[in-house]
C-alpha cells in the first residue's frame, strides 16, 4: 500500500499532516513524501519545513496520492512538471485525494473536468473553471476521486478513505488512537454558521491569496 | 506573542501541526520551532521529519509553550536538559499547553504536582505518576496550564486557547478558515464510545509504547 503526498513550497501544512497521521497507521503502509526537488520544503503555516525524501522523478506509482491545498496554488503554475506527475501519478492509483485547495492542482492538472468536487469555501466556484461541478460537502467522492473541504476536513476524508481501503473496524481504531472526538469550542466551522460580516473578514484577510489561486 | 512549539524525535506530528495551524494565525504571533539540537526532527509518524530552527539554548521565553506527545515519551527520559529547559520556559509563560502525551513530559518536569490534567485516553492514569489529577476531558485547564487529550484534541485546545488569547472573534475566524466543522465518519473516537474489544485491540497495539512512556 504504497501512499504518497504530494509536498511543495507554500503549501498548508495540516492539509497533509491531518491525513498523513491517519494513513500513514494502515496496515502494510508504505509512505512517501514526494515533492519537486527532495528536501527542505517551506509551508505557508508560518515557515514550518517539512522534508520530502523523495523528488518526482523518484516515484512513479502510488495506490493513494494526496494532494494538500495552499493558501496561493498560484506557486504551482510555474512547474507545470508537478501537474504533468499529477496526471501520471492518478493514472496509477486506485485513490487520488486532496484536501483544500488541492483539488484547484488536481483540476488545473486536468483531472476534474466533468466531475463533482470540493475545496475550501472560500474559493468553491473556482473548480468551474477547470470544469467541474463544485459540491458544497465536506467530503466529494467521484470515482477513484475524493476531494475534501478546507485544511480541517482532511482528517474526515482520510478516516472515510482507511474504511474503504481497510474496512471500518480499521478506521474505526485509528479514529479511536487519534482520539478524534471533536469538540469545537464554537459552531463556526462552515459559511453557512457565521455571520456575513465574519466571512467578510476572512476572504479580506485570505483576499491577496487567493486572488492569485486558479 | 512568542509560541514555541518543543520539537523532539518520536513526537507525534499532528499533535504539533494542529495546534501549529491556528496558534500561527494569530495576530502578532511570533512561532518558534525548538528542539534539544536545531534541524531535523524524526516523529513517529511514518518517519515524518519536521525542522527545528532553534536549539533549547536559543529559547529563553515564551507567551505559549506548546508541547506535543509521542507514541513513547521515554525519548526524553535520556535528556533532562529538555525537561529543564521546560521548567525554565513555562516559568516565563503566559500560557503552557500540551496535546496527547505531552502532558506526561510535564508531569515529568514536575509541573503538574497537584493539578487537573489530561493526556492520551490510553495512559490517563499515568498522570498520577506526577502528582496530577487525572481528568477524562478533552481539555483541562489547571492555572495557566491547558493539557489537551490524544493527538486530535490540540485542535481544540489551540481554538479555546487562540480566543482567550485574543478574544472570541479572531478564534471564530480562525475555525473558519480551516473549516473545522468535523464530521467524523464514525462515533469511535473516545474509550467509552467502543467496545472494549476495539479498546483492547489498540491498547495491544500500542503496549509496547506506551508500556514505557512514563
Known sequence: MQIVFLFYDGMTALDAIGPHEILCRLPGAKVQ???RTSGSIHTDSAGLTLIAE???RDISHADILVVPGAGSAT???DYPEILEWVCSIHATTKWTTSVC???LILGRAGL???LKATTHWAVLDRLRFWGAEPISQRIVEAGKIITAAGVSAGIDMALTLAAKVAGPQVAQTL???IEYDPEPPFDT???DKVSSAMRDLLLTRMGMFFEKSV
Open 33 to 35: 513524501r514526494v515533492a
Open 112 to 114: 476534474l473536468n466533468g
Open 75 to 77: 506557486t504551482l503554475r
Open 189 to 191: 466551522g462552515s459559511p
Open 54 to 56: 523523495y523528488a518526482l
Open 101 to 103: 485547495t488541492g483539488s
Open 175 to 177: 479514529q479511536l488512537a
